[in-house]
């Protein structure tokens, strides 16, 4: 509403500008109409003036703090075991037992022995029957438990008490060494040639090994036999 009072004011301006003007002699009067028409139309504003957009600022987004997750519980702590303070095992050999309840006792380990031997087979079998002088062949197997080897020139293999049942009576008195060497975990074959006697009844040999320069064995096993 302003602006159109604005220019109708400027309108009247230039009417009373032209009346004050010398008049001129209007050659039409309808010229003179059109005239005026013409100058407020030419007066007025082309476009209709359009109300004006101010731009807002585009709010910033705020950004999305993390939500701190809640840390897990903390799994509850297994207690150890408390480590025994003793260690019950059976006694050495000569322990008495008697009063040993409740008593801690140390593991009790034997100490290795170098010379050491196992029979594994006898051949034949103890209390085998045999007839009234058979002759057979005797054999041990025996096993090297200890620690060492049995070096063939140091250990021999001889006769040590009981029934003279062999036929090499300077073989059996003397011994004799070792075919090869028997290392620890390992084994042997022993065998002797014998005869059974001529009585009936239960006999028996008793044979070894020592070491070359002792006169005691380290190792003994038996044979046993049944005449009938």
Avoid at 75 to 95: D, K, M, N, Q, V
Wanted: glycine share 6%.
């Amino acid at each position: 509403m302003k602006v159109q009072r604005f220019y109708l004011t400027w309108v009247l301006f230039f009417f009373l500008i032209g009346g004050c003007a010398p008049a001129q002699p209007a050659d039409n009067p309808h010229d003179l109409i059109a005239t005026i028409a013409a100058a407020t139309i030419a007066a007025l504003p082309s476009n209709t003036p359009q109300p004006t957009w101010t731009a807002s600022p585009i709010p910033t987004r705020a950004r999305n703090t993390p939500t701190e997750l809640p840390s897990n519980t903390p799994a509850p702590t297994i207690e150890s075991l408390a480590s025994p303070t003793s260690i019950y095992e059976l006694p050495g050999p000569g322990t008495p037992m008697a009063g040993l309840t409740g008593i801690p006792l140390s593991l009790w380990t034997p100490t290795p022995e170098p010379f050491k031997c196992n029979l594994r087979r006898t051949k034949p079998e103890p209390y085998t029957v045999l007839k009234p002088g058979y002759h057979f062949r005797t054999e041990w197997q025996v096993w090297n438990y200890g620690s060492v080897i049995w070096k063939e020139d140091g250990v021999i293999f001889y006769f040590i008490g009981g029934d003279k049942l062999y036929n090499d009576a300077d073989r059996a008195r003397d011994g004799v060494q070792l075919a090869y060497n028997v290392y620890p975990q390992d084994k042997i074959l022993l065998s002797v040639a014998m005869t059974s006697p001529k009585q009936p009844g239960t006999y028996s040999s008793t044979w070894g090994l020592r070491r070359e320069n002792r006169d005691t064995p380290f190792c003994t096993f038996d044979m046993v036999i049944r005449v009938k």
